[in-house]
């Protein structure tokens, strides 16, 4: 199975309520496997700015198949790939927490970021919301 739109809703609505019950607005988008926006929202007064950093949190874990917040590795002077960062790669790149990518099994079907909270939560957010997906199946 791959991203589609009933698949990005039921993540957004999952990941809306977890953000209600915890008291928090955000907004929260899904994109596919090669980083396409599918689907987004935001939560009324969540600041303008949380659309374009879930938008790009989401993006990242996509496109890497990993967290957003793991991205940070490739820019250890320490590590190969020092330098990786967006002022001279990307300008959706970020190693912002609150990215995490969306699985069917093994396969990375797409990416959900959440941004309005701290990082903590917003990974929260994310958790909750791919767990109320994929549990189900």
Known sequence: MGMNIEIAKMIIKAGIQQAREM???????????????????????????????????????????MPSSDIGRFGDPAAPGFGFNTQNWNDRLTTIPGGLPVQDGDEV????????GTAEEDVTVCRAALAAVFAAD
Request: charged share 20%.
């Open 109 to 116: 079907i797409g990416g959900v970021g959440v941004s309005g």
């Open 23 to 65: 008291g928090n607005v955000c907004s929260v988008a899904v994109v596919d496997d090669r980083g396409f926006l599918v689907a987004l929202h935001r939560m009324d007064r969540a600041p303008i700015p949380t659309v374009d950093i879930a938008r790009d949190k989401a993006w990242t874990a996509a496109t890497f198949r």
